[in-house]
């Protein structure tokens, strides 16, 4: 493992995804049993996508970890989608973690909701009334946080969960991703936790393997700290962490 730290943001690099998602686990148990040990309970927003695969599955396997004290939550979710789609956001994360462990509740955005508005509110009220303690997250091929891609991405976003149209880069990815066959077949808008609401968790843990985002992490790292790449806000916070493999690094 090499590490070093760039303005506030400590990155951590493996040779594999393997070695990667179970460090990244590691340091999130540890984080989780820590807060429960002080708060009782705690809240934490999941991150969908199969960058995640290898700290999700890590931490399903993990048998310290009190699930029973943490209330789960994830951060963006597609709009126009079959709500049994497996593409959804929700349901992803239902077979990779929800469903398999025993959390004390599980929050939704509703991906069959028809009023995108009025979904994104519902939402904006159940985070608001839940501090968020940690955010288990990635970042996208254009440098997204959730689903704020360059175009609708703000640090000072007024709103907790909104609705925005996905760029080209980010819709490509899901394809590239394997999730979806076609440029067509993706949806072309989606709700999402805003930059702020991410940003104004307690602990942040980044985990991005995978060349295909290797651009993004340089820039991330190394470029202007803007919503250009929206990823980069995270050198600003407190306590956050990017775990990456060989492979997304190698620009670095």
Known sequence: MKTFVKDKLTVEI???????????????????NELIAKKGEINVIWAAAPSQNDVLKALTEDTTIAWNKIN??????????????????????????FGKVPFKSVNYIDVSATDAEKEADRYASVLSANKIDVVVLGIGENGHIAFNDPPVADFNDPRVVKPVKLDEVCRQQQVNDGCFK???????????????TLFNADYLFCIVPAPTKANAVYETINGEISTACPASILRKHDNAKLYLDADSSKRL
């Open 182 to 196: 076609t440029l067509n077949d993706v949806p072309t808008h989606a709700i999402t936790l805003t930059v702020p």
């Open 14 to 32: 493996f040779e594999t995804r393997k070695e990667m998602g179970e460090k990244a686990a590691s340091d999130i148990s540890k984080k989780f």
């Open 72 to 97: 789960a939550f994830h951060m963006d979710e597609y709009i126009g989608l079959d709500k049994n789609a497996p593409q959804g956001f929700g349901n992803f994360l239902k077979n990779a973690i």
